[in-house]
Structure formats: C-alpha cells, structure tokens
C-alpha cells in the first residue's frame, strides 16, 4: 500500500468521485430493474445505467494507474469498447427472444407495437 502515498491528493479525490459515480449508477440500473413491472421494460434500466457506471469506474482506474506508473495507461479502453459494444448486443438477443416467445404463447405481455397484424379473413 505504499503506492498510496505517491498518488496526488486532487487525482485521488477525482478517481474516488468516479468511483463512487459508477457506483450510484450501477444502484441505481439495480433499483430500476427492481422497479419496473413488465420484463420489457425492465432491460432498459440496468443496460444504461451499469454501461454509465462502469465506463466511470474504468476512467477512475485510468487515471490512477496512469499516474502510478507514469506512463498512459489505456488497457481499460479494451475493457470499456466490449461494454459497449456487447451490451447493446445482448439487450437486442434477450428482447427479441423473449418477444418470439411471448408472440408463440400469445402473451398479453407483448408490447402492442410490437403485436403482429390479425389476418384479414376473406370475404365470402
């Protein structure tokens, strides 16, 4: 723990505001997917807010591992893009099988714009 001393005070502060930042985020995705009541609604709470919360808390280490060891650390830039690229991703997978589900089982769950068409039956 020595590293600790090395570490300037105005970094410090700065890293542990966007430690705590990402935290709060993260909380507050948690709380989201808690609150909302239907399965579609819950995906979009905890996606951006946990994509929010950890690109905070990947800056924080940014910086203070770049400041460590005096030289540009950008390892977690790797980490953030798979964040990034990924959870949209799996947002995009999860909803659209769980909608051709719920369109199979006929579920009233299934948001109305996204409800098929009734076939128009032919007129006599």
Not at 28 to 44: E, I, K
Not at 112 to 117: F, G, L, M, Q, S
Request: hydrophobic share 55%; aromatic share 4%; proline share 7%.
């Amino acid at each position: 723990m020595t590293h600790l001393a090395e570490l300037p005070a105005p970094l410090a502060l700065l890293a542990a505001a966007l430690v705590l930042a990402g935290a709060f985020l993260s909380l507050a995705g948690s709380f989201g997917l808690l609150r909302m009541r239907t399965f579609y609604d819950r995906l979009h709470a905890p996606t951006i807010a946990t994509s929010m919360g950890i690109s905070c808390v990947l800056l924080a280490s940014m910086l203070v591992f770049t400041a460590l060891q005096s030289r540009l650390v950008i390892h977690e830039l790797l980490v953030g893009a798979l964040v990034v690229l990924t959870t949209p991703v799996t947002l995009m997978l999860v909803a659209r099988a769980a909608l051709h589900r719920d369109r199979l089982e006929k579920s009233p769950a299934v948001p109305r714009a996204a409800r098929p068409e009734p076939a128009e039956e032919p007129a006599e």
